[in-house]
């Protein structure tokens, strides 16, 4: 968990977008494999728990994006907000506590349900989680509108975030972002079985960033372990890194000054603790960041991959003689899958935090399998913070199709 404050501010720019916006709106040989549908399963209730945060009027929800014109036209329905929390699986198989937000439109009408994923949250932002729902979060102001339009939304804290809040969080762990994100989903199900709100069959998938792999790590999951359980509509997933090995050979083999090390490095701790590597970090990094990382996990990195990692690491993941982070890399690759729903892969040509060639990627991968529904669309010029309003309104107009 190594984030610098530089690159925080950035990515909390990310989220101040988002919100101002009010949502108007080279691949693997691996072989495929014929998804098989879950065997059935017992009856279990994940639902643990949910709280009222508030009901907000139209014209409320309406007034927090007042300074994006017509935006606020779009909203329709007045919205109750819960704090929902439920039981799931960390990373180590163990049952946990979680949590997230419930957004759900009043209305006597069956409307369909939306998992949203959130981007990445600075360890210090815990209150931009979306159970929390406070003003500074994309739930508040973006997402909510996007409820008001006319959606039950699902949005999962993840582990580590909320209720869930003194353990470590998978950062950009594949398994556990998409396991959290689907039993989010379930407790959502419950909760509006119990309490009689209406769901029609349509279930749709939307995220930016940390978001946009967590809802493509999710997609794979239902449509290959629980197609019946939940039959996704449409997913447009933007901005994610979902071709995990490619990048770190471009990181690694880079002689450019890079201003997501920060986060890469979050990346790297995340994969040495899940997948038991546990080595110590002067095996990742040169001196004296090696000592400052051990001290201070989010303290600041030099932006040059030469300077901040060793040779040895670099070497070793270039030359794949790396097996156990290798391994971890290419378990974490989540863009050659044959989706059956349609998929709008979003993603800024000049993103200089997380490549195009992510999404470039995993159009050729699923294209090349036989999936006739996935689209790529390329927001030319955009890096990953410009990219945003793009996304978030071209998203919105890509699930309003279905």
């Not at 995220?207 to 019946?228: R, V």
Request: some cysteine; charged content about 15%.
């Amino acid at each position: 968990m190594f984030l610098n404050r530089f690159n925080f501010r950035r990515l909390r720019l990310t989220l101040m977008l988002w919100a101002g916006l009010g949502v108007a709106a080279g691949s693997s040989c691996s072989k495929e494999t014929t998804p098989q549908p879950e065997a059935p399963i017992a009856v279990q209730t994940h639902l643990v728990n949910s709280t009222l945060i508030g009901e907000y009027s139209p014209s409320v929800v309406a007034s927090r994006v007042s300074g994006i014109p017509l935006v606020g036209a779009l909203v329709r329905y007045p919205i109750r907000v819960y704090k929902l929390t439920y039981t799931t699986q960390n990373t180590d198989g163990q049952q946990v506590t979680a949590s997230g937000a419930l957004l759900v439109p009043v209305t006597t009408q069956a409307l369909p349900l939306l998992s949203y994923q959130h981007g990445t949250i600075s360890p210090d932002g815990e209150d931009r989680s979306p159970s929390y729902y406070s003003a500074s979060s994309e739930v508040y102001s973006a997402v909510s509108v996007l409820a008001s339009t006319g959606y039950i939304v699902s949005a999962p804290d993840y582990i580590g975030y909320g209720a869930s809040k003194a353990l470590p969080h998978p950062y950009e762990h594949a398994a556990s972002l998409a396991s959290t994100s689907l039993d989010m989903m379930r407790a959502a199900k419950e909760f509006c079985e119990k309490q009689k709100v209406g769901l029609n069959k349509k279930n749709f998938l939307l995220g930016y960033s940390e978001g946009g792999y967590a809802t493509m790590a999710l997609h794979k999951l239902i449509e290959e372990k629980f197609p019946t359980e939940f039959a996704v509509t449409a997913s447009a997933p933007g901005a994610g890194a979902y071709h995990k090995s490619a990048f770190a050979d471009y990181i690694l083999g880079s002689d450019q000054n890079l201003s997501f090390l920060s986060s890469y490095v979050w990346v790297l701790d995340t994969y040495n603790r899940v997948y038991n590597i546990n080595r110590a970090p002067s095996y990742y990094f040169n001196q004296p960041w090696a000592t400052q990382l051990q001290a201070n996990p989010f303290s600041d990195v030099p932006e040059k991959p030469s300077e901040l990692f060793t040779g040895t690491f670099r070497t070793s993941i270039l030359n794949k003689t790396d097996a156990p982070m290798t391994t971890a890399f290419r378990d974490n690759d989540i863009y050659d899958w044959k989706p059956k729903a349609p998929v709008a892969l979003f993603h800024g040509t000049a993103d200089d935090y997380v490549p195009y060639f992510n999404s470039e990627d995993a159009y050729k991968a699923m294209r090349a399998r036989g999936a006739t529904q996935v689209t790529l669309h390329p927001i030319e010029g955009g890096n990953h913070f410009t990219s945003v309003a793009r996304y978030t309104l071209e998203a919105l107009g890509f699930i309003s199709q279905y």
